[in-house]
Nanobody, 121 residues
Framework: VQLQASGGGLVQAGGSLRLSCAAS????????MGWYRQAPGKERELVTI???????RYADSVKGRFTISRDNAKNAMYLQMNSMKPEDTAAYYC????????????????WGQGTQVTVSS
């Protein structure tokens, strides 16, 4: 099972980007998924999470600007980022808390590769 993040890029302050995270492999179900980010010289931080039932939670710094969503049928997750700020610049990583495979195994704490987001002022 792998996670693949995409959609990063360069955007001006006030602009928008949409990130995607696709999970592939023998997946039966995915529990909570989330987006994290890491800026140069800083620790990785939680941006937002979404439960398997679709309930979101956001870091205070992105509330009202970012929207997380998921499509369980496609094993995919998305992050719509609006009104972006230079402080949103970071590598963004997607995470799956727990994946159940078709064979009944559980995989924990899976990460995708980062996708770089740069917001210019």
């Amino acid at each position: 099972v792998q996670l693949q993040a995409s959609g990063g890029g360069l955007v001006q302050a006030g602009g928008s980007l949409r990130l995607s995270c696709a999970a592939s492999g023998s997946i039966f179900s995915i529990a909570t998924m989330g987006w994290y980010r890491q800026a140069p010289g800083k620790e990785r931080e939680l941006v937002t999470i979404i439960t398997s039932g679709g309930s979101p939670r956001y870091a205070d710094s992105v509330k009202g600007r970012f929207t997380i969503s998921r499509d369980n049928a496609k094993n995919a997750m998305y992050l719509q980022m609006n009104s972006m700020k230079p402080e949103d610049t970071a590598a963004y990583y997607c995470n799956a808390e727990r994946v159940r495979t078709h064979s009944g195994n559980f995989l924990w704490d899976l990460w995708g590769q980062g996708t770089q987001v740069t917001v210019s002022s």
